[in-house]
């Protein structure tokens, strides 16, 4: 026995986060048993089952739970997943010429909940006039029939949900033209095949950039939550997670920038870094509350306007005290 705590940890596998699973960064006072699984996977796992002590969470799903009253976990500020979702919308190119087209169309999605979904509809909202009821919404799975949503909805009424045929897909769908548009976080697979399915935005890199410049809005798809119960028992626990995933995301971010041998197998990588940090700033990918403050308001915001989380959330109440400051030496 070592005296430290020995918890399961489930995480995807990334540059951020291998520091972590291969022993070069510890956490203070923890023994790791990690697993690297699929969002879908881990996700399922941890609010069905409650299988993890430490485990990276859709910030949606996490938010619908916190709202209620009925999450396991508490969320520290590490933000494994970030993405611009403006490369989420697919759409029927034969019909769909502009955002706007999409009023009384109908799009596929494999879950209403997904946060890759709520930043879509916040785009399409904020920027285009769009609102979620102004369209049908079909779920069903992407590629495989039968997706469940993770967590029970309370949906507005004025939300128009149903449900993909029995033993369809909304890839399948989106091919035949039965929906108009698809939303989600993985392409369909008919995507580069059918000449009349492609982005709704043409170039999204720049439509994104463009967002970013007027929004300031760098979109979180994921939190890190830790048991409750664990963070009840161990107070020290938050913070001592969030300065670990803060020292390997640091080691990450050096290792991309040693550019003598690129670390990831794309061409270019020198270049879109510099890009990075043009637009975004040094820390191009930052944890803890005070910089992402406007992005995580902006999610809450509409999250609670898309009727998934019971109440509008604050930004304090949804993570550990313990993580709201770090030191500084």
Known sequence: MNGKLNLSIATGDYDRTRPLISGQVQIDGVDPVF????????????????????????????????????????????????????????????????????KGKRIGIPEYQLTANVWAR???????????????????????????????LQLPSDVRLEAAPEGDTISAMLDRGDIDAFMAPRPPSCAGKNPHVGWLFPDPTEAAK???????????????????????????????????????????LDKLSDTSATKVTLPFVEEQLKAARELLGDDHW?????????????????????????RLLTVEEIFHPATYETAKI
């Open 35 to 102: 697993m690297t699984l699929s969002p879908e996977e881990m996700f399922f796992r941890a609010f069905r089952n409650e299988e993890f002590d430490i485990s990276e969470l859709s910030f949606s799903s996490y938010t619908v739970k916190h709202a209620e009253g009925t999450c396991p976990y508490i969320a520290v500020p590490v933000f494994l997943s970030r993405a611009f979702r403006h490369t989420s919308i697919y759409v029927r190119t034969d019909r769909i010429k502009r955002p706007e087209d999409l």
């Open 210 to 252: 463009d967002y970013y410049r007027r929004t300031n809005v760098f979109p979180i798809m994921h939190v890190v939550g830790i048991r409750k119960t664990l963070a009840q028992a161990h107070p020290w626990l938050p913070a001592a997670v969030l300065k670990a995933f803060e020292a390997s995301k640091r080691i990450a």
């Open 122 to 152: 916040a785009v399409l909202q904020d920027d285009f006039g769009v609102r979620p009821e102004d369209v049908t919404w079909v779920r069903g799975g992407i590629d495989e029939p039968g997706r469940p949503e993770k967590i029970k």
């Open 286 to 310: 930052p944890y803890g509350i005070a910089p992402n403050r406007t992005t995580l308001e902006t999610f809450l915001r509409h999250h609670h306007s898309q009727g998934l989380s019971k």
